[in-house]
């Protein structure tokens, strides 16, 4: 979590407004739904491989199984969702999206257009 607070969040945070969502609201959201602390570690551990390729592989592996805790505790959520849930569960569909292409490797060789998109989907 303290490289999430300290770095992830600013790559998911595009102008003030999602800053203090990434930033304080997700990870307060994170400690409640364990669903989400899970996609939280994915799109972190991620973010670290990046950062140090030279880990790539055993940081990748790490978000795949952050991602296989969360999925089973992501569909027994969705179908009850309440107001205690809707916004734990729209931010997991975000970060599960931006999991999806970077573990996709043919989608990742294919440029930073897909950055693009996924960065532009953050402002809604």
Known sequence: ???????TWRALANDENT???WHVVVPQLAY????????????TALHRAYLN??????LTIKARTHLNH????FRAAVPSVESE????????????????FVL???????????????RASMCM
């Open 1 to 7: 979590m303290h490289h999430y607070t300290t770095h």
């Open 19 to 21: 800053r203090q969502m």
């Open 32 to 43: 409640q739904h364990e669903f989400l602390m899970h996609a939280l570690m994915a799109c």
């Open 53 to 58: 390729p030279d880990q790539h592989s055993e």
């Open 70 to 73: 969360a999925m089973p505790l």
């Open 85 to 100: 849930t809707c916004d734990a569960i729209f931010i997991f569909a975000r970060l599960l999206t931006i999991t999806a």
């Open 104 to 118: 996709n490797e043919r989608l990742f060789m294919v440029g930073e257009y897909w950055y693009m998109r996924v």
